[in-house]
DNA sequence: GTGCAGGTTGTGCGG
DNA sequence: ACCGCACAACCTGCA
């Protein structure tokens, strides 16, 4: 008996090794409604928000949505369908109320793993359920399924990156017939249908001079830079990510899909198929950890223990979080997030984020160093959260798994080994031409003090129009004492983790809650391992 | 239980 | 430009 199906976009933003679209257009399928429906809880304007956009979304990445929405909307329109839009509150509210009223009997959505996508998601399931409605979720966001790795690993997601490279085998195959038709949309009736909105009708009216991000989002952006990317066979051959250079802007140093991998514009296993083979005709290639591959494995271990770990993005009740007393500066956390923390190298980085919602990976470390185990001593969730709201290419699992790597609290654990706020760019930018671009009220200081301009004498200051602690901050703190206090920080943290042990955890803490004493408050003893 | 190797991406120095 | 090593020393995985 023939069906009306509906096909929910909510990442996925693509026509190419699309899952759900294809099971959606197959079959009996008489009516197809390919639905995408507004979030408030990502686009609800916030004027009182830091910076331009939503509580949760910078102005970036709504744009980036909109375009990867926009772009999908027209290649529907080329296959005879189109992009239904809908808003009115909660998604999952939405959904059901359009599963009822346009008589749906197949249900297409990419399966989603994150937290919050999985309870907007249970509850759909559950009324389509019971409302005898077909579903079709396939896992098709990532390589591998989250659950069978862990499934595979003894029911607990592995821990290092090597045991879960020796776990995955082979990634599927993208689907390789393309899509040339789909069938009809069907009659939306009352319901009220929008093109895809712009900024300014999403309510983003008044945005000041804002320098723009200059990645366009869609799916045929995404597979134009793919293609761009794998141009150069030898650069794909030979890519180690370490080597990269951070302050590259121009042309960044590595391939800025990203955020097309975020919104699902491309298929990670197109872009893993297509890294293969190139491979296949060269005559040696780098490996994982350091190679593209590599990277895209990288997102399928965050991906894995994101969803394999409770409490995965919060440092309480999370146990392979490290429990450290993090101070709590609303002070230092708003010049770091403002960029005027007075390091040149730091404040750069922070004004690219909020400018371009995107920075290269090792400029993330940077900046993550510095604000956590580095100098500032400030929770990492604090600036989880900031990365969260601006990068074009947030992604829950991938920016809190590198957010407890960078800050010593999972995964990596050498905490002594923390970049430099003035030295660590200048090794790849020795003239400071990222800090000019970015902080241009320094763009005229001698490179010889462009890490450093609270050292320029007041005379070079003067010459290059800009007096440090007028025109641009000096530094909130000193890096070689703050380094080392921070240091030492993390080496009573753990040695309190170490002392509370896997066993003893739970019973100290709740002996603890008996006597009001908070474990997790500054350590007291400085000592190894007890077993 | 113990010891050892390895860990995408620190810095500073010497070659 | 690129390597190796010392520095001081963390954790996890495995034998």
Redesign the pocket.
């Known amino acids: 008996m023939e069906s009306n199906a509906l096909l929910w976009f909510r990442k996925g933003l693509r026509i190419h090794d699309n899952p759900a679209l294809d099971h959606a257009r197959r079959g009996a399928t008489r009516r197809l409604f390919p639905v995408f429906v507004l979030d408030p809880r990502y686009l609800e304007p916030d004027p009182t928000a830091f910076s331009p956009g939503s509580a949760r979304c910078g102005i970036n990445r709504i744009q980036f949505l909109l375009e990867s929405l926009a772009d999908l909307d027209g290649s529907l329109r080329r296959l005879g369908s189109r992009l239904l839009v809908l808003r009115g509150g909660d998604p999952a509210d939405v959904l059901i109320r359009v599963l009822k009223e346009w008589k749906i009997g197949k249900l297409c959505y990419e399966a989603d793993t994150e937290p919050y996508g999985q309870a907007r998601d249970n509850r759909v399931r559950e009324f389509a359920s019971a409302s005898g409605i077909e579903i079709f979720s396939p896992v098709s966001h990532t390589l591998f399924d989250p659950a069978d790795v862990i499934q595979k690993n003894g029911g607990k997601p592995?821990?290092?990156?090597?045991?879960f490279v020796k776990l995955v085998g082979q990634p599927p195959s993208p689907i390789a017939q393309r899509v040339t038709s789909l069938p009809p949309v069907g009659d939306v009736g009352e319901y009220e249908i929008l093109g895809v909105p712009t900024l300014q009708e999403l309510g983003y009216g008044d945005i000041g001079q804002v320098e723009f991000s200059p990645f366009r989002g869609g799916e045929s952006e995404a597979l134009k830079r793919l293609k761009e990317s794998l141009t150069s066979k030898e650069w794909v051959a030979n890519f180690e990510?370490?080597k990269g250079d951070p302050s590259a802007f121009i042309k960044p140093a590595t391939t800025v899909l990203s955020p097309y991998l975020k919104f699902g514009c491309l298929s990670s296993r197109y872009f893993y198929q297509s890294i293969q083979e190139i491979y296949k005709n060269a005559k040696r290639h780098t490996s994982p950890?350091?190679s593209l591959v590599?990277?895209l494995l990288?997102r399928e271990f965050f991906y894995t223990v994101a969803f394999g770990t409770p409490n995965f993005d919060q440092m309480r009740e999370n146990k392979i979080c490290k429990q450290i007393p993090w101070s709590n500066d609303e002070k230092l956390l708003a010049s770091w997030r403002e960029g005027q923390t007075g390091f040149p190298w730091i404040d750069a980085i922070m004004v690219q984020l909020q400018k371009w919602g995107w920075m290269h990976?090792?400029a993330r470390?940077s900046v993550a160093c510095f604000l956590t185990r580095g100098d500032l001593f400030i929770h990492w969730e604090k600036g989880r959260d900031v990365f969260e709201r601006l990068l074009i290419d947030s992604d829950w699992a991938i920016n809190n798994g590198n957010w407890l790597?960078l800050s010593c609290s999972s995964f990596?654990?050498?905490?002594?080994?923390?970049?430099?706020p003035t030295?660590?760019g200048k090794?790849y930018d020795p003239t400071g031409k990222f800090i000019r671009h970015f902080l241009p009220v320094l763009k005229d200081m001698p490179k010889e003090y462009i890490y450093e301009p609270w050292t320029a004498p007041l005379s070079v200051q003067k010459k290059a129009n800009c007096i440090i602690g007028k025109d641009y901050p000096r530094p909130i703190v000193s890096h070689d004492t703050a380094s080392k206090e921070c240091k030492k920080k993390m080496?009573e943290a753990?040695a309190f983790n170490?002392l509370l042990g896997d066993a003893n955890w739970k019973r100290l803490r709740e002996k603890s809650e008996k006597d009001k004493l908070d474990p997790g408050r500054r350590p007291r003893l400085k000592q190894k391992?007890l077993?």
Do not use: D
């Open positions: 592995p821990l290092t990156y090597q045991s990510k370490p950890p350091v590599g990277q990288w990976h090792l470390h790597w990596f654990y050498q905490y002594h080994r923390i970049y430099s030295k660590f090794k080496g753990y170490n391992r077993g």
